[in-house]
């Protein structure tokens, strides 16, 4: 997941939907790629590939990691942001976007724990 889903130099949009999560990776787990596993889980990186990917770009509507932090005071703890495009998530549902972001990602392998820790959804939302 780190090469399409970790990009330090992503610059956040005020569109973006801006998730914080502390994550644990399991042991030999970078994280980097704990960061960028929670990105692609939690957007296009479950989708099914169908013939039809060639007509859109998930790159507009994936997931990005674009910073990790380690937990002061806390050993293989870190905080990794990522950003949601709008375009992820239905309109106005926040069932839907709550669905995505807080769903089935907590139960990765990849990931030892995992906590949202802080969530900004913006006016446009």
């Known amino acids: 997941y780190k090469l ?16 914080a999560f502390r994550v644990t990776p399991q042991p030999g787990v970078p994280p980097e790629e704990a960061g960028a ?6 957007s296009t990186g479950t989708w099914t590939t169908v013939w039809t990917d060639g ?9 990005r990691c674009y910073d990790i932090e ?12 990522v950003a949601y495009p709008l375009d992820l998530f239905e309109e106005g549902s926040v069932t839907n976007m709550f669905t995505s972001i807080v769903g089935n990602v907590f139960g990765f392998k990849a990931l030892r724990a995992l906590r949202l820790e802080d969530l900004r959804i913006p006016p446009a939302y």
Request: proline share 5%.
């Open 4 to 19: 399409n889903y970790y990009t330090p130099e992503y610059e956040t949009k005020d569109t973006d939907i801006l998730a």
């Open 37 to 42: 596993a929670v990105a692609a889980e939690s």
């Open 55 to 63: 007509l859109t770009s998930l790159d507009r509507y994936k997931g």
């Open 70 to 81: 380690p937990v002061a005071g806390e050993e293989n703890q870190f905080i990794a942001y």
